[in-house]
Every structure is written in structure tokens, then in C-alpha cells.
């Protein structure tokens, strides 16, 4: 699967209209400052989110029946195509 380059380019795109056309008044070196702080921030809160976000587990008869229906469909779809080997 190749990699796909639109969604990064647009967040790049963002991300970089949001740089330059803020102004700012202050030193470059506060600017840099405060957008380390930011980012850390947002750091550290997606991993808090994601160490506290209980996960889900699928249960064990939902997984048997979703592996049967994609069996079937498998199943289906190779009779449809007649090719009856492929399902063995």
C-alpha cells in the first residue's frame, strides 16, 4: 500500500499557516519557548489520555462470530468467482 501524502500535506499546511501569520511581538527565543511548552503540554495529555482511555476487548463469542460471517463471506465470494478450490 502506498504511502498517501494528502493528509499530511494538509496538516503541514495548517500547521504552517498558523506559524507565520501569527504575529508575534516578543523575542524569537520566548516565541520558541512557549511553542516547546505547548508542545510538551499536548504531549504529555495525549499519553495521559491514552494510560487512563480504557481499552476494549473484543469478547471471544463476538470474535467467533465475526470470524464465522467473514468465513461465509470468504466462502461466497470465492463460490461466486467459481473457484471452488480456494475455499479448501
Known amino acids: 500500500m502506498a504511502f498517501v501524502w494528502r493528509e499530511p500535506l ?8 498558523i506559524i507565520v501569520l ?3 511581538t516578543n523575542p524569537a527565543w520566548i516565541v520558541a519557548l512557549h511553542r516547546f511548552i505547548e508542545v510538551s ?7 495521559l ?5 480504557p ?5 471471544p463469542a463476538k470474535r467467533a462470530a465475526l470470524a464465522r460471517r467473514l468465513l461465509a463471506l470468504a466462502a461466497s465470494y470465492y463460490l461466486s468467482a467459481g473457484d471452488e478450490a480456494a475455499i479448501l
Do not use: D, K, M, N
Open 55 to 59: 481499552e476494549r476487548h473484543p469478547v
Open 10 to 17: 494538509i496538516a503541514a499546511s495548517v500547521t504552517l499557516t
Open 49 to 53: 489520555v491514552v494510560a487512563i482511555w
Open 41 to 47: 503540554v499536548g504531549i504529555i495529555v495525549a499519553l
Open 22 to 24: 501569527i504575529p508575534r
